[in-house]
């Protein structure tokens, strides 16, 4: 009940094209689903982050949408550019938690 | 300059010996955090600290051991009993008290163990 599913694994698209990542979790006591971009090398950085009182969120060319029944959310990348190509992670916590449990990540590749 | 340094970015050691990786932060944050990376692979969570002299194993503890004497300072030791230490290691901290738990990461320690 603790986990979060993520997928795909990897994607692959055109410049432009809107890639959409989907994660999705058992408990409903998660209130807090940050997004991470980790680019070869580095450490993860956090990108965008959403609370469960919103639909959705945006910050620049990044939105999540957020589906409290379905317990699913999603990264959305509009106008993708070969600069976004990372690894994507997302997470949850809840009020209290010592640690974020965290997306086996998606490897997105943004072709020219 | 705030932030978490890792240090070194790249670490060789041959196998059976105890490595130790740096991780020191100046943000003032309480926790810290240890993870593992592999190749094309998620984070899992070695060890977490929430206060000095104080820490948790997370979900691969197994040959791995850590101390936390400082605020700003949590060191992981990887000892010869861990099977495959090859790997990306990441240290990460958090703000204090209250939600939500941001986490911010350093740039990471490549370890080779031949």
């Known amino acids: 009940q603790q986990q979060v599913k993520q997928s795909p694994q990897s994607l692959i698209v055109q410049k432009g094209g809107i890639p959409i990542i989907n994660c999705a979790y058992e408990n409903t006591a998660f209130d807090y689903f940050p997004w991470y971009q980790q680019f070869p090398g580095k450490g993860p950085a956090l990108l965008i982050a959403i609370r469960p009182d919103v639909s959705e969120k945006k910050e620049g060319r990044f939105t999540i949408s957020f589906n409290k029944s379905a317990k699913q959310f999603s990264l959305h990348i509009m106008d993708s550019q070969p600069g976004d190509s990372a690894t994507y992670f997302c997470a949850a916590s809840m009020e209290g938690a010592q640690k974020l449990v965290f997306g086996q990540g998606t490897r997105l590749t943004i072709n020219p | 300059d705030g932030g978490i340094t890792q240090s070194p970015k790249y670490l060789f050691r041959k196998e059976g010996q105890n490595v130790t990786l740096s991780c020191e932060q100046n943000l003032n944050h309480d926790a810290m955090y240890w993870y593992r990376q592999d190749p094309g692979q998620g984070l899992r969570l070695i060890y977490y600290s929430q206060i000095v002299n104080d820490f948790q194993k997370g979900d691969i503890a197994e040959g791995y051991s850590v101390s936390r004497e400082k605020k700003e300072s949590f060191p992981l030791t990887v000892t010869s009993a861990q099977k495959n230490p090859t790997a990306f290691y990441l240290c990460?901290?958090?703000?204090?008290?209250?939600?939500?738990?941001?986490?911010?990461f350093g740039p990471g320690t490549r370890l080779t163990v031949t």
């Open positions: 990460a901290s958090t703000g204090n008290a209250g939600s939500p738990l941001k986490q911010y």
